[in-house]
């Protein structure tokens, strides 16, 4: 059976963090799907269309990695897409706690969808979207946080 992993968060912005995770992962799956959770009513620093356009530039061409968006939940999106892998990374014991919560409910719901979790690489374990955020919002410069090549300038609207 092909091995579809779906890798979903807000991914306002993707940073060297997910990409590490996303590379990292590749040689495990036959197929990555990056999916943008988004929620109408929380506004974003980016616009959808605008994250997606970053990941696909991070990715210009690796057949093996699609990028999408979906609302609602994650694990009947993963039905929807014939994920049978759900794929996420773990930088401290916060996100472990949060994510065993959601990884055992969505075991619950789903038995046949593994979570696999990736540990984050030391160097960055303290690089956090929220973060990057606030930097971008007050002008500052967070491009070591961001992979390598992309200019935020170009997806903020
Ligand atoms: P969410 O809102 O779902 O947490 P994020 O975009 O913040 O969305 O994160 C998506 C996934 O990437 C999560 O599994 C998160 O733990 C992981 N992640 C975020 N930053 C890093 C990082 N620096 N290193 C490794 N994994 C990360």
Do not use: W
Not at 19 to 31: C, G, H, T
Not at 53 to 78: A, M, R, W
Request: net charge positive; charged share 20%; aromatic share 10%.
């Amino acid at each position: 059976m092909e091995k579809i992993a779906l890798f979903p968060g807000s991914f306002d912005p993707f940073t060297i963090g997910h990409q590490s995770i996303v590379n990292r992962a590749l040689p495990l799956f036959d197929k990555i799907i990056i999916a943008i959770g988004y929620n109408t009513l929380k506004k974003p620093l980016l616009e959808l269309e605008k994250r997606m356009q970053l990941i696909s530039d991070v990715f210009p061409s690796n057949p093996k990695i699609v990028v999408s968006h979906y609302q609602g939940l994650t694990i009947e999106y993963c039905t929807k897409v014939k994920a049978n892998y759900l794929l996420r990374g773990l930088r401290t014991a916060a996100d472990f706690e949060y994510e065993r919560a959601i990884g055992q409910m969505n075991k619950a719901m789903n038995p046949g969808i593994e979570s696999v979790f990736l540990l984050t690489a030391p160097e960055h374990s303290f690089v956090n979207s929220t973060i990057v955020r606030d930097i971008l919002f007050y002008g500052g410069d967070a491009s070591k946080f961001l992979p390598e090549g992309i200019d935020i300038k170009k997806y903020l609207s």
